[in-house]
């Protein structure tokens, strides 16, 4: 599994024992969020890099079950290149500090020091919701008199990305004439929207909803040698789940042949084809799945699936500005 991770470095301060806040004039020991590499992409989903647009939620415990604070929003500040709370928070001159985290911070999700993040009937049912990765993460730092400059939390992601790519089965001509073919329909039917989420696992999906994916014209292309290219059609996000004997595709094209400077239209109506084709039966957490689409003139459509893990980058943060 490549887990797509997002590092973001907790450089931090504390309260005393008892929860008396400890400033004492030291300024390293106020609580900050520093990246420290720059400039990619911005977007969750398709890059390594956590956007300076997004937020998060984190809390602390001490020594384990005690809470320290609970349910901070850290937001990016351009101005100190960094995430800050509105109160700063400060190290304990003991004991050992857990922090467990989610992202984004309106997710609706609750932090527990055992449980760690629970998403209780996490719902996808809009195309907002569908582009909106959620990322949870955990640290702990042993002995806070001998606190680290920065934590790194590395933020793993609890859906599945589904992407959906398409490309000519051929290349097709008569004579010096082409035919291109066309996308004009793909939907889901009978995916589930909600579930509960804790200890890195996904349970209690009981709702199906059909999802139109893209409603835009795709055609296709070939390359310079006439050998058909991939196209992307869209990518998505869902809630990790079993495929069911109701989970389907709907597809349909066109196809424009070009005989003699004569063109005829064959259109395709959106057939349904079984999501379970080929190996893949399940989508599991921090997994993209890649559907390919060959398309051919023979009016069938041969579905391939694989699956492409999201890497870790324990290293680093990069970030870009809005």
């Known amino acids: 599994m490549r887990k797509r991770a997002i590092y973001l470095f907790l450089a931090a301060a504390a309260f005393a024992t008892g929860c008396v806040k400890w400033e004492g004039g030291i300024v390293n020991n106020s609580i900050s969020f520093s990246p420290v590499a720059s400039k ?14 997004e937020s998060f939620t984190v809390s602390a415990f001490h020594d384990g079950t005690d809470a320290y604070f609970e349910n901070l929003t850290a937001t990016y500040s351009s101005s100190l290149t960094l995430w800050a709370t509105d109160e700063d928070q400060f190290w304990p001159l003991s004991g050992s500090l857990s922090f467990i985290a989610y992202s984004p911070a309106s997710a609706s999700a609750e932090i527990d020091a055992t ?4 998403a209780t009937s996490y719902t996808i049912q809009t195309a907002a919701q569908m582009t909106t990765d959620f990322c949870y993460a955990s640290a702990s730092v042993a002995d806070c008199a001998a606190h ?3 934590v790194p939390l590395n933020f793993s992601h609890a859906l599945s990305q589904i992407v959906f790519r398409v490309k000519a089965a051929d290349y097709y001509s008569t004579a010096s004439n082409t035919v291109t073919l066309t996308l004009n329909s793909l939907s889901l039917s009978g995916i589930y929207a909600k579930g509960d989420f804790a200890d890195e696992e996904w349970s209690n999906q009981n709702t199906e909803y059909d999802y139109p994916l893209s409603s835009a014209v795709t055609p296709l292309t ?36 070009n005989i003699a400077g004569v063109e005829n239209s064959l259109e395709q109506p959106p057939m349904n084809i079984p999501m379970t084709t080929g190996t893949v039966t399940e ?16 009016k069938n459509v041969k579905i ?17 500005e809005n």
């Open 222 to 257: 070939y390359d310079g040698s006439n050998k058909p290219e991939t196209i992307d059609v869209c990518s998505f996000l869902f809630i990790p789940q079993t495929l069911g004997p109701n989970a389907t595709l709907s597809v349909g094209f066109g196809v424009i042949q």
């Open 40 to 53: 990619t992409t911005r977007s969750i989903i398709d890059g390594t890099t956590y956007p300076t647009s």
């Open 304 to 320: 391939s699936a694989s699956t492409v893990g999201w890497t870790d980058r324990p290293y680093e943060i990069i970030v870009e």
């Open 115 to 118: 449980a760690g993040v629970t």
């Open 148 to 150: 680290p400059e920065y």
């Open 283 to 298: 989508w599991q957490p921090g997994k993209k799945y890649i559907y390919t689409l060959n398309i051919g003139m023979d």
